[in-house]
């Protein structure tokens, strides 16, 4: 099961991930950005991965595919809160190439000059 909380905050939109991000549920996270995407034309993503238990190679391809979007729009994809799931993988090297890693929520604005 994947629960998403979502904030919007000075022109960045924070999504919370609790759960699991895997082959059953990742098409839930793409839905959503995909929506939120056409709907709002959010630039500046992101990601908590704090309260995330499990992710696996489909979920590090919809970070992916959803870095994609982002790249062509001339947004920014920030990740944070990434545990030891996501280092023991090897995950962290793939996210570091396609994501601004912080050490917390608050960077995000730091990054983004806000």
């Not at 839930?28 to 939120?36: G, Q």
């Not at 992101?46 to 992710?55: M, R």
């Not at 595919?65 to 280092?87: E, S, T, V």
């Amino acid at each position: 099961m994947l629960n998403i909380d979502l904030e919007y905050k000075k022109g960045v939109l924070f999504m919370r991930l609790n759960g699991t991000l895997d082959r059953h549920t990742s098409f839930i996270l793409d839905d959503s950005i995909n929506k939120i995407i056409c709907k709002a034309g959010i630039r500046f993503l992101l990601i908590n991965f704090e309260n995330l238990s499990k992710i696996d190679d489909f979920g590090i391809n919809t970070i992916l595919n959803i870095y994609n979007k982002y790249f062509r729009y001339g947004g920014k994809l920030m990740i944070c809160g990434y545990n030891n799931i996501i280092l023991e993988k090897n995950y962290f090297s793939n996210l570091l190439a396609c994501a601004s890693l912080l050490k917390n929520e608050s960077s995000a604005f730091n990054l983004i000059n806000i």
